[in-house]
């Protein structure tokens, strides 16, 4: 990534203001010049790469079931909105528009207007997941840095084997350790992590109430980006940037905006 930048990556799209991980949620993104669209991708039972944050459809559909257990066709029929009638009538938008979108048709609607930032999920239910995720990142174009220097796409995850394996596939593929802690717990990480980390990482992704100064100069003295999740508070973002971090997922991707 380029060191000087402050990055604003929109947290399942514009998730404040449309619903999360839908295409009118990507394309506000987009319109509200955020850097990167975030977006979590799980495997349908016929394996499809579909756009949901949960394994399961129960809280933001009208039905109930894990993602494994549906077919892209049953998907299909499903409404990807949790407010349906409420959101619909503030955009004015088609109720088609939200449907459950493949990670495909996100890029191509998507493609050379913003980059992404994927993460895999749940990825022990999905075997073969990380595979089929590089094959159509390389099939649509989205390894490699765009005109302005940037990745096209970042893979992100809190599961490290996963991110290994995707090293493992194309270590050309920029990748983010996501990194939890606990309330009121600081940052920190082990000489084992941090070499571990080293190994396959391009940078972490971290809770960002922990984040400190002296972490944030540790990491990036390694070489280490670091991003901030999720941000949802102006100051706190001013605060952020201002302690060095490379950018921050949020799901107001405006939010710095006055
Ligand atoms: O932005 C980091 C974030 O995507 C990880 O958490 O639960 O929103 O996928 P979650
Ligand atoms: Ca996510």
């Given at each position: 990534m380029p060191e000087d930048g402050f990055l604003v990556i929109a947290h399942r799209g514009a998730s404040a203001y449309e619903p999360e991980n839908t295409l009118p949620s990507f394309e506000l993104a987009e319109e509200l010049d955020a850097d990167y669209i975030e977006l979590d991708v799980h495997l349908t039972k016929d394996g499809e790469l579909v756009v949901m944050h949960d394994d399961e459809v129960d809280r933001t559909t009208e039905s109930i079931g894990k993602i494994k257990d549906h077919t892209l066709a049953e998907l299909k029929e499903?409404?990807?909105?949790?407010d349906k009638d409420e959101k619909v009538a503030v955009s004015g938008r088609n109720e088609e528009a939200y449907e459950i979108p493949t990670l495909v048709e996100v890029i191509e609607e998507m493609k050379g207007d913003i980059r992404f930032v994927i993460e895999l999920k749940d990825t022990e239910q999905y075997f073969g997941i990380e595979e089929k995720l590089v094959d159509v990142m390389s099939e649509y174009g989205l390894i490699g840095t765009d005109s302005k220097g940037y990745p096209k796409a970042v893979v992100h995850s809190f599961d490290e084997e996963a991110l290994k394996k995707v090293h493992k596939i194309d270590p050309s593929i920029p990748l983010l350790q996501l990194i939890s802690f606990d309330d009121g717990e600081e940052a920190e990480l082990s000489k084992k992590k941090l070499k571990d980390l080293l190994s396959y990482a391009s940078g972490i992704g971290v809770s960002y109430e922990a984040l400190t100064p002296p972490f944030v100069n540790t990491m990036h003295g390694e070489g280490l980006a670091v991003y901030a999740y999720t941000v949802n508070d102006a100051e706190a973002a001013l605060r952020l940037k201002a302690m060095g971090v490379n950018g921050i997922h949020t799901n107001e991707p405006d939010l710095l905006d006055e």
């Open positions: 499903l409404t990807a909105d949790e």
